[in-house]
């Protein structure tokens, strides 16, 4: 691929709990076929995996989802009774902090733009200067189960309440094409967003869903018909929806699965980016 158009390529990866895992095979996926992006931008579990991308630390990322198994993930929740989140996330931040090793916005090799929600006012931030760390833990922050991120004087939660795949931050950082990953469901109801396994035992009458899982059920159905939105009034040029729906939002120790999903994804619509990308 020429010079001019690797730097026309954008990516914006969206929002979707433990089908995020995808965007790694994503990315790996279009490295392969020659796809480096000069810009993305990422919300909730995509800005996880586009901050570590753009710092040069995917790979890292790669490595803590494959070792991941229930226990582990278990033992990464710190649970708190108090506050204003289920999970202090403080132990979670140490790993981040671990694998981005201080590094800045400005130390990304990839101009990188983090989605956040400003709790106070609603307001959607586009956080792309001071530390990474941080901003990615403010856009992963789910309301209800993680604690909100104070940062820049800010109390933020995840940047998936009011942008689940930020199309305009990458566009807004030079793109001229966008390929976007969607890890909302295939379809509109169902039990692929009801994933988590005591909402299916609730179906079959067996018991009720916990406050977690109805918290992000809850929360993953509004972000769904919000991307649809979204994504309807500012279209990318490529579309990629991973076909993740047997993988529950929990099920952060199928990372496996998922960055095959991503993989997949991608060779599904090669021949749409390569179209795309022969008008560049």
């Known amino acids: 691929m020429n010079g001019k158009i690797r730097q026309a390529i954008g990516l914006a990866l969206g929002a979707g709990a433990a089908r995020g895992w995808a965007h790694i095979g994503v990315i790996e996926r279009l490295e392969e076929h020659g796809i480096h992006a000069c810009a993305i931008a990422g919300s909730s579990i995509g800005a996880l995996a586009g901050g570590l991308h753009a710092a040069g630390r995917l790979s890292v990322l790669k490595d803590f989802a494959l070792g991941l ?164 009034g500012d279209p990318p040029d490529v579309s990629l929806t991973p076909r993740t729906n047997g993988l529950g939002l929990f099920e952060f120790d199928k990372a496996e699965k998922a960055i095959a999903a991503g993989r997949d994804a991608v060779d599904h619509a090669m021949p749409e980016i390569e179209r795309t990308i022969s008008v560049l």
């Open 69 to 232: 198994t229930r226990r582990r993930v278990l033992s990464l929740l710190d649970i708190s009774w108090r506050g204003s989140g289920l999970i202090a996330g403080e132990r979670l931040g140490c790993l981040l902090d671990d694998a981005v090793g201080g590094a800045t916005f400005s130390d990304t090799k990839i101009p990188f733009i983090c989605i956040a929600t400003e709790l106070g006012t609603g307001h959607e931030l586009w956080l792309r200067a001071g530390a990474l760390a941080p901003a990615i833990r403010a856009s992963y922050a789910l309301p209800g189960v993680f604690r909100p991120v104070r940062v820049n004087g800010h109390w933020l939660i995840d940047g998936g309440v009011v942008n689940p795949v930020p199309v305009a931050a990458c566009r807004a950082l030079g793109a001229r094409m966008v390929i976007a990953v969607n890890l909302g469901p295939e379809t509109a109801t169902g039990i692929a967003i009801q994933n988590p396994p005591d909402i299916a035992a609730s179906d079959r009458g067996r018991t009720a869903p916990s406050l977690t899982s109805v918290l992000v059920a809850a929360f993953n159905i509004t972000q769904d018909r919000l991307a649809r939105s979204r994504l309807a």
